[in-house]
């Protein structure tokens, strides 16, 4: 039975896309530090990569060819463009040995399983090796079927995330937090609870204003931490990082359950659809425009990364992205089940 495309899913990927966006291009302006705000925007991902890749794959037997077919689907669905785009990084500097053995580490997604914070060639690349490691786990997350399962199995994840990020910060002789940090036993509780949420979906109740309530904490996300103060240290590492993670969850189980309709839903659609070149595309526009643009106000500078960025974003979903799935899909001996079709 073919699975209904979560509408409200789109829509939550595509605002914290544009959320991470924001707080770079700020940022690298000069206009602010909003690392607090666009901290979670990321971490979000992995509650909704949890979440989707159990929607649709978990009522689905382990065989090995349901094992190749997820796979399959999986390097489809992020190699293509990460690729595309480390490749351009690397011919964008002088190529040494080193960086062409980095290029190949990162081309295979391996970089994942060790410091991908300060071995990614490209800005926020880091998360993608994070998820590379979370898609190699999921057939072991999906020995945890059952809700009761899969509770004790986020309890441990989170219990386990407290632990390994208390000792990182609280560890004086670590001069950069910044590559222990960004490692996948960090964020691997957001993705269980994400499969989690996906479990219990069915139980959850649908309703129209499950949409505002999720933009709601979405926005709460973004500026609760400056409203109240907190750097980015103090909601990773600090308490008030039980309450930021318990907001992360929320935007997505609120988002699943959403009803959106009209113009909304064609918004929604278009976000979701560009959110992964959006997010890998938009620092690459921002410094090779601030390149070209030489002595161009601030303000010139945003209008043109922004507008370029959701151009060629389209532009490369469209005839980049789509085409390469498509291409899975011709090379696959199996014809496509409508839960294959259903789109990641």
């Given amino acids: 039975m073919s699975k209904e495309r979560l509408i409200g899913l789109d ?91 980095q290029y190949l580490v990162n081309v295979s997604l391996l970089f994942g399983l060790s410091n991908p914070g300060t071995t990614s060639m490209t800005p926020g690349g ?17 020995l945890f079927r059952s809700v009761k399962a899969l509770a004790a199995l986020t309890i441990a994840t989170f219990m386990l995330h407290f632990i390994y990020v208390h000792a990182i910060y609280s560890n ?39 949409i505002w309530l ?33 907001l992360s969850i929320g935007v997505v189980v609120l988002g ?22 959006l997010y890998l595309l938009h620092l690459v526009v921002f410094f090779e425009l601030k390149l070209q643009l030489g002595d161009a106000d601030t303000l010139t500078l945003l209008a043109a990364s922004t507008a370029v960025t959701l151009v060629l974003s389209k532009l490369l979903y469209t005839y980049f992205e789509t085409p390469a799935r498509r291409l899975r899909h011709a090379r696959s001996p199996v014809p496509a089940s409508p839960m294959r079709r259903h789109r990641l």
């Avoid at 880091?126 to 999906?142: D, K, Q, R, T």
């Avoid at 699943?256 to 070149?277: E, H, P």
Wanted: overall charge positive.
């Fill in 172 to 210: 004086k002789d670590i001069v950069s937090t910044w590559s222990p940090y960004t490692q996948a036993i960090t964020f691997l509780c957001y993705f269980v609870a994400g499969v989690l949420a996906a479990r219990v979906f069915h139980l959850l109740p649908k309703f129209g204003g499950s």
């Fill in 256 to 277: 699943a359950r959403a009803r959106i309709t009209g113009a909304a839903r064609k918004v929604a659609v278009f976000l979701g659809d560009i959110s992964y070149s």
């Fill in 214 to 246: 999720s933009l709601a904490t979405l926005l709460a996300i973004v500026t609760l931490p400056h409203l109240a103060g907190w750097d980015r240290v103090t909601i990773i590492a600090d308490w008030p990082s039980a309450l930021m993670i318990a």
């Fill in 11 to 101: 829509l939550i990927r595509g605002l914290c896309a544009v959320s991470v966006m924001v707080y770079h291009y700020a940022y690298y302006s000069g206009l602010g530090n909003f690392a607090a705000a666009g901290t979670y925007a990321v971490y979000i991902f992995f509650v909704l990569s949890g979440f989707t890749l159990f929607y649709v794959y978990g009522e689905k037997p382990l065989s090995s060819e349901s094992l190749k077919d997820f796979f399959l689907a999986r390097a489809f669905r992020i190699m293509p463009l990460y690729t595309a785009v480390v490749t351009y990084q690397l011919f964008s500097n002088p190529i040494t040995f080193d960086r062409f053995s």
């Fill in 126 to 142: 880091w998360s993608i090796g994070i998820e590379a490691v979370f898609y190699l786990l999921f057939p072991v997350v999906l």
